[in-house]
Nanobody
Framework: QLQLVESGGGLVQPGGSLKLSCTAP????????IGWFRQAPGKEREGISC??????YVADSVKGRFTTSADNAKNTVYLQMNSLAPEDTAVYYC?????????????????WGQGIQVTVSS
């Protein structure tokens, strides 16, 4: 079981950028995939991106604005978020599961971080 910790959230103005980090001791894309998810108030948890040794995926809802990368030496996965808009406001989570091919199917993930708030507002 991985212990995941998100960081890098906060308040940003519309059009701004944030870079979230998800750190998990023992994580490597050789063994695990990491998914990024978000949940806005009153809405279901939404998968937005994932990364594994076989593939990287970005949902259409954020494609062109969000990118995911991994640094195995640092046991860390990143979510770079650009051109942020108020509708991106949510609690963002990273999650992990043992696999080589990643998907953004929420129920398939076993280990979850505590979540971090991202607020886009002027």
């Amino acid at each position: 079981q991985l212990q995941l910790v998100e960081s890098g959230g906060g308040l940003v103005q519309p059009g701004g950028s944030l870079k979230l980090s998800c750190t998990a001791p023992g994580f490597t894309t050789d063994l695990y995939v990491i998914g990024w998810f978000r949940q806005a108030p009153g809405k279901e948890r939404e998968g937005i991106s994932c990364i594994g040794s076989y593939n990287t995926y970005v949902a259409d809802s954020v494609k062109g604005r969000f990118t995911t990368s991994a640094d195995n030496a640092k046991n860390t996965v990143y979510l770079q978020m650009n051109s942020l808009a108020p509708e991106d406001t949510a609690v963002y989570y990273c999650a992990a599961r043992s696999a080589y091919f990643c998907t953004i199917d929420v129920p398939s993930y076993n280990d979850w971080g505590q979540g971090i708030q991202v607020t886009v507002s002027s």
